[in-house]
């Protein structure tokens, strides 16, 4: 039988979308590099040239701390979850939500930097996220008491379809500052 393709196994995307594929963890770029055998600069063009090709598509290359996975486009979720028989994913809070914008701009952050911009406790908020895996800890203050810090996890990042964390829209301070004058105006 011929094969009539003409992806070779020199091919570096194709070697690095396989695997890629069949790991059940993000890969880094130096992994990928002892895997193959290739050098790291090699990879990264590799890698860019993946992130091209899954433009607009049902796949896509998600980038995390320097790691990357394949992950299907957020827009399918309700359609696979279905073929899955998955359970639609349970809405997150109101808090939830304050509480992940928070640590996504401002991490790491500790809960009483949380705290302090939400204007309430969020303990409970926190070991939500945590038991979501949305936040992780990823280290302590070097302040009095050594508080713990957050950060937000690749699966918040896959769970609001961002392929890498310089993807989250822009934090402007002068609109947050405009909508604190409009409600102070209007109390």
Not at 151 to 156: M, R, V, Y
Not at 171 to 186: C, G, P, R, S
């Amino acid at each position: 039988m011929t094969d009539n393709n003409s992806l070779t196994t020199d091919d570096l995307p194709a070697k690095i979308e396989a695997l890629l594929f069949v790991a059940a963890e993000p890969l880094s770029v130096s992994f990928l590099a002892e895997l193959t055998g290739e050098k790291q600069t090699d990879i990264t063009a590799a890698i860019e040239s993946l992130r091209f090709q899954y433009t607009n598509r049902g796949i896509r290359l998600q980038e995390f701390n320097h790691k990357y996975q394949l992950t299907t486009a957020p827009w399918f979720a309700d359609l696979v979850e279905k073929m899955l028989g998955l359970e639609a994913s349970a809405k997150l809070s109101r808090a939830a939500l304050e509480c992940l914008a928070v640590v996504s701009y401002r991490q790491p952050v500790t809960r009483p930097g949380i705290d302090a911009i939400r204007g309430v406790n969020s303990d409970g908020v926190i070991k939500s996220l945590l038991g979501k895996g949305l936040i992780e800890e990823i280290g302590r203050a070097e302040t009095p008491g050594r508080p713990i810090l957050y950060g937000i996890t690749d699966l918040f990042l896959q769970h609001f379809g961002f392929e890498m964390l310089s993807a989250l829209p822009p934090f402007d301070v002068a609109i947050e500052e405009e909508a604190d004058k409009n409600t102070i105006l209007k109390d």
